[in-house]
T-cell receptor, first 112, second 116 residues
């Protein structure tokens, strides 16, 4: 069974204080690992897809990296508007309809 | 970017009522749509997957007669919660993708369902 574990559950940072979120996964062959951002009362917003170990992707203050067992979402010099829940999801290679298995998310709060 | 519209955003109704939620892809053809349920501080749990013109595939433990899914066109899927009860209260979110492209799933903004 595919599993995704995210840590920490919650993270509080001061504006400008860089940190990383972790996503550990077990999957029977990884087709893709996805990062989404979810604001309260909203649906997830797509951030990144990573396909193979060693791959990195960046978008503004966010950088996602991937190894064979985990992914990190690095947040550099965060701003209050980066406050949200960050979700990690995996898609298994044998997923017929490209279904995703989600972690519970990390709730990030950035204080000014 | 890809846009998925979900309606309504909030529903409050009495126990026993049936509720329909619509999910539309606005700027792409959604060959596959997904319906999720999310409880507070919990992960998104996949309920069912539907392909345009086909019957939906339900996840284990999800009652197909309770949660009716219709995906009649490439831009619209509906989820009907039949005879809803308080335990059905949750945040329901749809997503859509075009399997012919390499695009990820794009999500609607969810529907908060509260059954009194």
């Amino acid at each position: 069974e595919d599993q995704v574990t995210q840590s920490p559950e919650a993270l509080r940072l001061q504006e400008g204080e860089s940190s990383s979120l972790n996503c550990s996964y077990t999957v029977s062959g990884l087709r893709g690992l996805f990062w989404y951002r979810q604001d309260p009362g909203k649906g997830p917003e797509f951030l990144f897809t990573l396909y193979s170990a060693g791959e990195e992707k960046e978008k503004e203050r966010l950088k996602a990296t991937l190894t064979k067992k985990e992914s990190f979402l690095h947040i550099t010099a965060p701003k209050p508007e980066d406050s949200a829940t960050y979700l990690c999801a995996v898609q298994a290679a044998d997923s017929g309809y490209s279904t995703l298995t989600f972690g519970k998310g990390t709730m990030l709060l950035v204080s000014p | 970017g890809a846009v998925v519209s979900q309606h309504p955003s909030w529903v409050i109704c009495k126990s026993g009522t049936s509720v329909k939620i619509e999910c539309r892809s606005l700027d792409f053809q959604a060959t596959t749509m997904f319906w999720y349920r999310q409880f507070p501080k919990q992960s998104l749990m996949l309920m069912a997957t539907s392909n345009e013109g086909s019957k939906a595939t339900y996840e284990q433990g999800v009652e197909k007669d309770k949660f009716l899914i219709n995906h009649a066109s490439l831009t619209l899927s509906t989820l009907t919660v039949t005879s809803a009860h308080p335990e059905d209260s949750s945040f329901y979110i749809c997503s859509a993708r075009d399997y012919r492209s390499n695009q990820p799933q794009h999500f609607g903004d969810g529907t908060r369902l509260s059954i009194l």
